[in-house]
Structures are given as C-alpha cells and as structure tokens.
C-alpha cells in the first residue's frame, strides 16, 4: 500500500430518511463521536429557520445563484425537495476528503443516487422507522405541521422507503442507542 496515513482519504456518507425518523438527531450524535467525521453543509433555496445560521446549517442563496451553479457544473448532486433547491459543492467535498476528513452527507435520495454515481466508494446508509404507523405517529406528536403537510410528507416518505434497497446499509431508529451503535460501527469499518 502507498502512501501513510498522512495522504489517506476521508470517508464519504450519505444517510437518508423519511422526515420523522430521528436522523438529525442520530447524525448529530453520532459526528460528536467519531473522530475528523464532519458534516457536509448544503447549499439550499429555502429561507433559514429561526435556530439555523447561514454556513452552519447551510449556505442560504438564492434561486438564481442556485441555477447560475447548475449550468457551471458546481454541484455534486443536486434536488429540488418540497418546492425548493438543495445541492452539495463539489470543491467543499473534495477539499474535505482530500485533507482526509470524513464527510457525512444528510441528503435525499435523488442526491443520493448522484454522490454513489460519482463516487462509487461512498457508503450509503439509510434509517428507516420501525413503522409507517410509527412514522405517522411521531409526525403528529411534533404537532408542527398541518393535515396537509402530514398527509404530503407521509406520501414522500412511502416513495422513499420504496428507494431503499439500493442502500448500503439500513437502519432501523427503534431503539435509539442501538441504532447510534450501528451507525458509528458502519462509519468506523470503513474508514482508516
Ligand atoms: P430540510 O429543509 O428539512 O432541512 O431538509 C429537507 C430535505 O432535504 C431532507 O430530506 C434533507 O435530507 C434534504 N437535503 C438537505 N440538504 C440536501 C442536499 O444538499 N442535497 C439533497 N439532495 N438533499 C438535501
């Protein structure tokens, strides 16, 4: 093998899941526990919700630049989700990767799709509820969204988990401590 651990490459990670199924949560803990893992931050359309901070959370831009990047082939993967634009730079990636950091992607699977086509040595990862009932369950208890968005992002959610056989690996969020153990155990088996 060439090369020491200096020129050793990060990882890349995508986890996706159905709006519901606790994946920032899991995520969030489980980059607090592997060491140069770090969140990829996303470049999206939408505005910033009250808690979020622009190149925090993510980079807030606008319609326009965000199409003006699409003709300049900025994007790794890109998706429009719930009527706004989200995509991931490619220099943000690759000067992470190459500086042997370990990047965790928190995005859909259309963007899933086009990070394993670009990198084949991504792992993906996706977190399932234990149940569509469940799913529908925890939805309702946040309170926060109306019938209608329930009712949208319940029928989001059915077409993504139809996604899910071409995943690396899945998670299923029944037991939180369990599901954070397998996910740290996937994310250390695959990096150096
Ligand atoms: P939210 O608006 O709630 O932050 O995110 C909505 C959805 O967009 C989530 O499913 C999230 O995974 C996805 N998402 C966030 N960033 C990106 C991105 O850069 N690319 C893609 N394809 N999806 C993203």
Redesign the pocket.
């Known amino acids: 093998m060439t090369g020491g651990m200096q020129n050793a490459k990060g990882g890349i990670f995508v986890v ?2 159905p ?1 519901g199924t606790g994946k920032t949560t899991l995520c969030r803990n489980v980059i607090n526990e592997v060491d140069r893992l770090s969140y ?1 931050v ?3 359309t ?1 505005a910033a919700r009250a808690a979020e901070t622009d190149g925090a959370d ?1 980079f807030f831009i606008s319609k326009k630049e965000f199409e003006d990047k699409i003709t300049e082939n900025y994007w790794a ?3 429009r ?2 009527d ?1 634009y ?3 730079s490619k220099a943000f990636l690759t000067e992470k990767i190459n500086s042997g950091q370990s990047i965790l ?4 699977v ?3 799709k086009q990070i394993k086509t670009a990198f084949p040595e991504a792992v993906t990862i996706f977190v399932m509820p234990p149940s569509f009932e469940e799913l529908e369950n925890r939805l309702r208890k946040r309170g926060t969204d109306s019938e209608d968005v329930i009712e949208k992002r319940l029928e989001n959610a059915g077409r993504e988990m139809d996604q899910k056989g071409w995943y690396d690996f899945i998670v299923i969020n029944d037991d939180f401590g369990q599901a954070r153990r397998k996910m740290i155990d996937i994310i250390n088996g695959h990096t150096r």
């Open positions: 996706s899941a709006s990829s996303s470049h999206t939408r993510y993967e890109w998706a989700v719930h706004n989200y995509g991931t992607l928190d995005i859909d259309q963007g899933a």
